[in-house]
Nanobody, 126 residues
Framework: QVQLVEPGGVSVQAGGSLRLSCAASGYSSRAECMGWFRRVPGKKLEGVASINHDGGPSYAESVKGRFTISKDIAKNTLYLQMNSLKPEDTAMYHC????????????????????WGLGTQVTVSS
């Protein structure tokens, strides 16, 4: 059984920073790629960032220069550092894991990933 757990919802004012975390467990082998997606009600699930087991982050254009994805291999935990937050970053954020490498400089669609966390709500107020 695979579990991806993100802590509960958070709120912040525009211009502020947040760090999301996602603890992975239950893997018989390491995930090749992990990523973050976000969903706004009424819109498609949007890929935000991904990172392979040996590095090589990729970012959506909407977050480049503001968000940083990283992974603590020893703790099997994925992070998303979000700076200069905007109200349009408000969404439910989900972490995801895949048993295959992600392409570099490319944001995969959700079907690339086979394991998902339940999500954490991020609210950015203006």
């Amino acid at each position: 059984q695979v579990q991806l757990v993100e802590p509960g919802g958070v709120s912040v004012q525009a211009g502020g920073s947040l760090r999301l975390s996602c603890a992975a467990s239950g893997y018989s082998s390491r995930a090749e790629c992990m990523g973050w997606f976000r969903r706004v009600p009424g819109k498609k699930l949007e890929g935000v960032a991904s990172i392979n087991h040996d590095g090589g982050p990729s970012y959506a254009e909407s977050v480049k220069g503001r968000f940083t994805i990283s992974k603590d291999i020893a703790k099997n935990t994925l992070y998303l550092q979000m700076n200069s937050l905007k109200p349009e970053d408000t969404a439910m954020y989900h972490c995801a894991a895949a048993n295959r490498r992600c392409f570099e400089d490319y944001i995969h669609t959700a079907d690339w990933f086979g394991f998902w966390g339940l999500g954490t709500q991020v609210t950015v107020s203006s």
